[in-house]
């Protein structure tokens, strides 16, 4: 049976990946999935920045699917750890794609190491509060669809 840490955590993974997309790709512009590897090249970018919001998609929905599978589960438990996990998205993201492989960075130019690191820094911080959030959230009997609470 799936558990509400690992829903928690790739619907995290899928809501963090939509939030740098939408909010870092689209609407401030800073930088596209490859635009480290390919910066004048419009096309790729937004072939790679679809396929990326294709596989936040994907682990939406599995995400949900595990929740299903998991209910009932406490709120605040299931929101800490989607909060883990979009803190886990920044940190792996972060990692592969700005410091290792340089696809891309938080924002080009001047200080783009400061903002890469702080793009990290709020990963792990995510992590910390929302594994802190899911602990405390673990300590409060989950409602049943009744309204009763259960014990599991």
């Keep these: 049976m799936a558990s509400t840490r690992s829903a928690g955590l790739v619907l995290g993974l899928g809501i963090g990946g939509f939030i740098d997309g939408i909010v870092l ?56 750890w989607v909060v883990a996990g979009w803190g886990a998205f920044n940190l792996v993201e972060g990692v592969v794609d700005h410091l290792v492989l340089g696809v891309h960075h938080v924002r080009h130019g001047p200080y783009q190491l400061a903002w890469d690191l702080a793009f990290l820094a709020l990963g792990a911080l995510l992590v910390v ?8 959230g673990r300590a409060a009997p989950a409602r049943t669809a009744a309204g009763r609470t259960g014990g599991a």
Excluded: I, K
């Excluded at 509060?129 to 405390?136: E, I, M, P």
């Design 25 to 80: 790709h689209q609407l401030l512009q800073w930088h596209h999935m490859l635009s480290g590897w390919y910066p004048a090249d419009a096309h790729v970018n937004m072939l790679a920045d679809g396929l990326f919001h294709l596989l936040c998609l994907v682990l939406v929905v599995a995400g949900v699917a595990l929740l299903a599978r998991a209910a009932p589960v406490g709120g605040r438990e299931l929101t800490g």
């Design 129 to 136: 509060a929302g594994v802190l959030v899911a602990r405390s």
